[in-house]
């Protein structure tokens, strides 16, 4: 659980840091919105406006983790593939 949230709060933190994009935005980015071989994700943005936004080599490794974590719960719960709104909020305010 612990290694669960801390690979959660890195990644949540290194992708504000590393790609700009927003906690509102990160609480919306699902697991196929991310194209790991262009290191992509889909940013679902205000309104409907939606982006692409390239994500560095660096957290290749990160996503990867934090994938294999989750990959059991994905088969369990429709919503489990997003990052859980309020422990982003917690992990961000950090």
Request: aromatic share 6%; charged share 35%; no cysteine.
């Amino acid at each position: 659980m612990v290694e669960d949230r801390s690979v959660r709060d890195e990644l949540v933190i290194r992708l504000m840091f590393q790609t700009g994009i927003r906690v509102s935005e990160v609480i919306n980015v699902r697991l196929e919105d991310s194209v790991r071989d262009e290191r992509s994700i889909r940013i679902r943005g205000k309104g409907t406006k939606n982006r692409i936004v390239a994500y560095p080599p660096t957290l290749d490794v990160l996503l990867e983790r934090w994938v294999n974590v989750h990959r059991e719960a994905e088969f369990h719960a429709a919503d489990s593939a997003y990052l859980p709104p309020r422990e982003i909020r917690s992990a961000s305010a950090r």
